[in-house]
């Protein structure tokens, strides 16, 4: 059965090994608190089936078309070519593989899915970026700390497939508070990412972190292309937070712009009303 990696392009990728035709590293995700991590970890050869799935990151992104796992003369990956390739027990790499499916981690590969989301790097190269800034490393460094994310700008919108509930109706209320501040540039590529990425229970917590950015902003003209900036929020549920840019008096404004948004948005809703 052929395997690929779920979402390789939103995980495993970022803007430098998007320009690189072979990569001799691969940058992982380094949460332990997640589902699939405890699930998989949770078992008594847990340690061993860990090392194999990054044994197999590793091998995935020195495929073809990297995160699905395919042989140079095209075959697919098996059990067997994926324990002889990493020097793993066949039977570790079987059990792991039949684990990490479970875990939803890999996926079979067939024609069915296979136009469900965008696997090969040399495609998602080309999918137009108008306006873009030049791309810097440190997005995630900007998440944590919360400095402002003036340029850290993904190459692509790679776009999430799998959710838990129901995408969100609310893209035009978003979008009202994002133009606001950046423009109107990539209207297209929101609106095609925004369902993707933001699920109904996700929706205030996704104008909480929209609003806390715009209004960190100095410069309204540099920061996140709206498609990224959901993409890259979309990770981490939408929790990051800004600090409020100070007004020149050197002060915070006494209402933000997150504050007024939320007021307005919860009002409305409350009152059984569109959101803006």
Same mark, same amino acid.
Request: aromatic fraction near 14%; charged fraction near 15%; hydrophobic fraction near 30%.
């Given at each position: 059965m052929p395997y690929r990696i779920r979402d390789w392009n939103l995980h495993f990728e970022n803007n430098r090994t998007r320009e690189l035709k072979r990569m001799d590293w691969v /940058?992982? /995700?380094n949460r332990m608190d997640g589902t699939g991590y405890l699930t998989l970890v949770n078992h008594r050869h847990g340690a061993s089936h860990f090392g194999a799935w990054v044994a197999i990151v590793e091998i995935a992104s020195r495929c073809s078309v990297r995160g699905t796992l395919t042989l140079s003369n095209g075959a697919f990956h098996t059990p067997s070519t994926l324990a002889r390739v990493s020097r793993m027990s066949v039977e570790v790499m079987s059990t792991a593989l039949r684990r990490l499916v479970e875990v939803g981690w890999i996926e079979?590969? *067939?024609? #069915? *899915? !296979? =136009?469900? @989301?965008i696997d090969s790097v040399e495609v998602i190269k080309k999918i137009p970026q108008d306006g873009a800034e030049i791309p810097q490393d440190g997005a995630s460094r900007a998440r944590a700390n919360g400095t402002e994310g003036n340029g850290r700008e993904r190459n692509t919108p790679v776009l999430p497939a799998f959710r838990t509930d129901e995408p969100s109706p609310a893209f035009d209320?978003? &979008?009202?508070? &994002?133009? #606001?501040v950046r423009g109107t540039n990539h209207r297209a590529n929101a609106e095609q990412v925004f369902p993707r990425s933001v699920t109904t229970s996700m929706e205030t917590d996704c104008m909480h972190c929209t609003a806390s950015y715009l209004q960190s902003l100095?410069? /309204? +003209?540099? =920061?996140? +292309?709206?498609e990224n900036f959901l993409i890259d929020q979309a990770r981490d549920k939408f929790t990051a937070r800004w600090?409020? @840019? !100070? #007004?020149?008096?050197g002060t915070a404004r006494k209402q933000s712009l997150s504050e007024r948004t939320m007021a307005l948005w919860e009002k409305r809703l409350a009152e059984g009303k569109s959101p803006l």
């Open positions: /940058p992982m /995700p079979e590969y *067939n024609e #069915s *899915n !296979a =136009g469900t @989301r209320a978003w &979008w009202a508070l &994002w133009s #606001s100095s410069d /309204p +003209n540099r =920061g996140f +292309n709206p600090p409020a @840019r !100070a #007004s020149p008096n």
